[in-house]
């Protein structure tokens, strides 16, 4: 099964910042890869699909890139409702998530 | 507006069985590929099974294969998750949701969970 390694695994940052998290695949996956934003309580909201394209209704502060094995998703500047926790997953069959990256307020 | 409101859970004995369903509406469910993925409290997300739109393909992780079984009834706009020997380290809210029919956009709407607790 492939594996994803997300870091950092935790994350203090101001409104106004520039996110970037990091999620690497154990082998190469092209760019079947999704990320998800997750609220306490809430069910994961689709943010990227196919490692760099915005979900309709998303905000342009959110981005994706990579291929291959490693792959971003960048926040441009971080909104109070962006903090969260956000997972990377593949879209190989057997599908996988990464552990999740907790964006904190500083 | 697309829905899907999942219910079945609650509280069962090692051992066990549970039936999950998620009645989907809003869209045409049967173009769709369906997913199963739950949360241990406090952990991170696992994918636990797929189907496909006419259930012609299905997929489930190892930790479920051989217990688990993931069936739909597209003309009740239903999704099912047949649990049997449950332990404890299934206990989890488990979520519907949908993807694409090929299953390489992601999961782009999700029911509110159901919450399973396995324990005696």
């Known amino acids: 099964d492939i594996q994803l390694t997300q870091s950092p695994s935790f994350l203090s940052a101001s409104v106004g910042d520039r996110v970037t998290i990091t999620c690497r695949a154990s082998q190469g996956i092209s760019s079947y890869l999704a990320w998800y934003q997750q609220k306490p309580g809430k069910a994961p909201k689709l943010l990227i699909y196919?490692?760099?394209t915005l979900q309709s209704g998303v905000p342009s502060r959110f981005s994706g890139s990579g291929s291959g094995t490693e792959f971003t998703l960048t926040i441009s500047s971080l909104q109070p409702e962006d903090f969260a926790t956000y997972y990377c997953q593949q879209l190989n069959r057997p599908l996988t998530f990464g552990g999740g990256t907790k964006v904190e307020i500083k | 507006e697309v829905q899907l409101v999942e219910s079945g859970g609650g509280l069962v004995k090692p051992g066990g069985s549970l039936r999950l369903s998620c009645a989907a509406s809003g869209f045409t469910f049967s173009s769709y590929s369906m997913n199963w993925v739950r949360q241990a409290p406090g952990k991170g997300l696992e994918w636990v099974s797929s189907i496909s739109s006419s259930s012609s393909y299905i997929y489930y992780a190892d930790s479920v294969k051989g217990r688990f079984t993931i069936s739909r009834d597209n003309a009740k706009n239903s999704l099912y998750l047949q649990m049997n020997s449950l332990r404890a380290e299934d206990t989890a809210v488990y979520y519907c949701?949908?993807?694409?029919?090929?299953?390489?956009?992601?999961?782009?709407?999700w029911g509110q969970g159901t919450l399973v607790t396995v324990s005696s």
């Open positions: 196919a490692a760099s």
């Open positions: 949701a949908r993807s694409d029919t090929a299953m390489v956009t992601g999961a782009d709407y």
